[in-house]
């Protein structure tokens, strides 16, 4: 079954394209579905501001984006990958709830932000991807939002060596496999660009994100998984 189109946003978003490269495009409106997707659509994603105090909407000039033909995976990364399993949406309140640990440094996830998107992956729009141990434990996940062939990346966090990186794999490897064409990953950081992220103008994502968002989106996503199930002692 496919995503529950929430209806049109009260909220128009225009093109960010003379918007400043490094502040917030627009300040204000609301995190409804309909908002969240329209911003999406535009080149646009939310992220509060002074302590959540400020719902502030961003189009960064330049766009990180990791290619989907151009992840790098290292030979330990590797390794990790044969040691976790992957899965979609089977621990997707776990993903964000440890996303928005406040003890992360730089955490930006208000108990809004976390109910918006709880409520985009209840219709549909939102998804997770897990990274689990052989023993069954959570070692790391990431979760952000697909529509059409654009996947969104928000947050990602890992609690066992290389967990949130091995969620990346899958989800590209998912992506690649399901037509998609355009992961957004927003700011290229350090740890991003070794793992393949690059900087591409805003100009060039807006016309890749136009594209992206017509396609189908990947049936690889659609089907939420089962966690796998502990080990015994």
Do not use: N
């Amino acid at each position: 079954m496919g995503a529950v189109d929430p209806g049109p946003s009260r909220w128009a978003f225009g093109s960010p394209l003379e918007a400043d490269p490094e502040g917030p495009v627009a300040i204000g409106a609301d995190l409804e579905p309909a908002t969240i997707l329209a911003a999406y659509r535009a080149g646009v994603f939310p992220m509060p501001v002074h302590r959540g105090r400020t719902l502030a909407w961003w189009s960064p000039d330049p766009r990180g984006i990791i290619p989907l033909d151009g992840l790098h995976v290292s030979r330990s990364l590797a390794r990790s990958v044969r040691r976790y399993r992957t899965t979609v949406d089977a621990a997707f309140d776990v993903v964000m709830a440890s996303c928005a640990d406040p003890r992360r440094p730089g955490g930006w996830i208000t108990r809004g932000v976390r109910r918006a998107y709880s409520r985009l992956h209840e219709l549909g729009w939102a998804h997770s991807v897990e990274a689990w141990t052989e023993d069954g434990r959570l070692a790391g996940g990431l979760y952000g939002v697909s529509i059409g062939g654009l996947f969104a990346g928000e947050s990602m966090f890992h609690r066992e060596t290389d967990g949130s990186k091995v969620a990346l794999v899958g989800l590209v490897d998912r992506l690649r496999d399901g037509g998609a064409t355009l992961l957004d990953v927003q700011w290229t950081t350090p740890h991003l660009a070794s793992l393949g992220a690059v900087d591409v103008p805003r100009s060039g994502y807006l016309a890749r994100l136009a594209a992206a968002v017509d396609r189908p989106p990947p049936a690889s996503l659609a089907r939420p998984d089962r966690p796998p199930p502990p080990s015994r002692p």
